[in-house]
Antibody, heavy 123, light 106 residues
Framework: QVQLQESGPGLVKPSQNLSLTCSVS??????????WSWIRQPAGKRPEWIGR???????DYNPSLKSRVTISIDTSKNQFSLRLSSLTAADTAIYYC???????????????WGPGTLVTVSS | DIQMTQSPYTLSASVGDRVTITCRAS??????LAWYQQKPGTAPKLLIY???TLESGVPSRFSGSGSGTEFTLTISSLQPDDFATYYC????????FGQGTKVEIK
């Protein structure tokens, strides 16, 4: 049973950068035809897709965040990571990592999610 | 961007009721639509993908239909565990979610 767990700071100052890591257990991140994704959800609002990474390292990002986002993958550690730069209060949200299906399995659907981690941007 | 709009925003219903939630896309997304259930303090849970395919382990009282720009999620007989917020999500062009429909106890 694949499980995901986010880790990183809960409080970040404005203009600083955010780094979060998603650890995958119960299965190899490098096997299977899945993408690995980050999604965030401000309190009381809809989820917002941030971006995705494949085991090859190829990435896609939400155009509205593209200039500030980097997602990377480390198959040796069974982890993938998010870096978001130049944070403002508008970036305050719960950040989730999730497994994203591919063309051969649940295309385009996020089938496994981490529990989420709250990131607050405040001085 | 493809915009997703759900209706209603809030739905009050009783146990045993048949419940229908509608999701509309701003342009055709074929059948590239998923539905999620979210309870307070937890991550969204996948219910349905490709508009009508039930995720493994999801009760059969949940069903999805539609194509193009209009989709529905139906709960045939509402159970106590079903009171939650439901989101639709498209994946025809990047990934975007609807604003959510909260199903409340009447």
């Amino acid at each position: 049973q694949v499980q995901l767990q986010e880790s990183g700071p809960g409080l970040v100052k404005p203009s600083q950068n955010l780094s979060l890591t998603c650890s995958v257990s119960g299965g190899s991140i490098g096997r299977g035809s899945y993408y690995w994704s980050w999604i965030r959800q401000p309190a009381g609002k809809r989820p917002e897709w941030i971006g995705r990474v494949y085991i090859s390292g190829s990435t896609d990002y939400n155009p509205s965040l593209k200039s500030r986002v980097t997602i990377s993958i480390d198959t040796s550690k069974n982890q993938f990571s998010l870096r978001l730069s130049s944070l403002t209060a508008a970036d305050t949200a719960i950040y989730y990592c999730a497994r994203l299906g591919s063309s051969i399995s649940k295309p385009g659907a996020f089938d496994i999610w981490g529990p989420g981690t709250l990131v607050t941007v405040s001085s | 961007d493809i915009q997703m709009t759900q209706s209603p925003y809030t739905l009050s219903a009783s146990v045993g009721d048949r419940v229908t939630i509608t999701c509309r896309a701003s342009q055709s997304i074929s059948r590239w639509l998923a539905w999620y259930q979210q309870k307070p303090g937890t991550a969204p849970k996948l219910l349905i993908y490709e508009a009508s395919t039930l995720e493994s382990g999801v009760p059969s009282r949940f069903s999805g239909s539609g194509s193009g720009t209009e989709f529905t999620l139906t709960i045939s007989s509402l159970q106590p565990d079903d009171f939650a917020t439901y989101y639709c999500q498209q994946y025809n062009s990047y990934w975007t979610f609807g604003q959510g429909t909260k199903v409340e106890i009447k």
